[in-house]
């Protein structure tokens, strides 16, 4: 099968978020295909935590691998492994604002957190 080369993309920069995440002393967790590294000290990750690749990293907060979050960064593994390396200048040029950030709103901006 040939994979994408945005799906190859998403998968490198996971590898590399993955490694970044170990040097850290991350631990390790798989969640439908999405490789998830958690207990990171805060200033690894912005917000509540990152999706990086194929890869999701964040701290220890209990809602930071809740269902709902973990199925908000899922879409955002699907949304990296559409773009490929494209999705972080496209992710950029959307904007800060989560309320306003169209790929925050497709991967929901409740399961997100940004909205109560």
């Known amino acids: 099968m040939v994979v994408p080369l945005a799906a190859r993309q998403?998968?490198?920069v996971g590898r590399l978020a993955r490694a970044y995440a170990a040097?850290?002393?991350a631990a390790a967790e798989?969640?439908?295909?999405?490789?998830?590294?958690?207990?990171?000290?805060?200033?690894?990750?912005p917000r509540g935590g990152v999706t990086w690749g194929d890869t999701y990293v964040c701290g220890s907060a209990p809602w930071?691998?809740?269902?709902?979050?973990?199925?908000?960064?899922?879409v955002h593994v699907e949304q990296w492994r559409t773009y490929g390396l494209w999705f972080a200048l496209?992710?950029?040029r959307a904007g800060r604002d989560p309320l306003h950030n169209r790929?925050?709103?497709?991967?929901?901006?409740?399961?997100?957190?940004?909205v109560r």
């Open 23 to 25: 040097l850290l002393g």
């Open 64 to 74: 930071a691998r809740s269902p709902e979050r973990l199925r908000h960064e899922r």
């Open 90 to 92: 496209l992710y950029l």
């Open 30 to 45: 798989e969640h439908d295909g999405m490789h998830v590294r958690h207990g990171l000290p805060r200033r690894a990750y």
């Open 103 to 114: 790929f925050e709103i497709e991967a929901g901006l409740h399961d997100g957190g940004y």
């Open 10 to 12: 998403a998968a490198l």
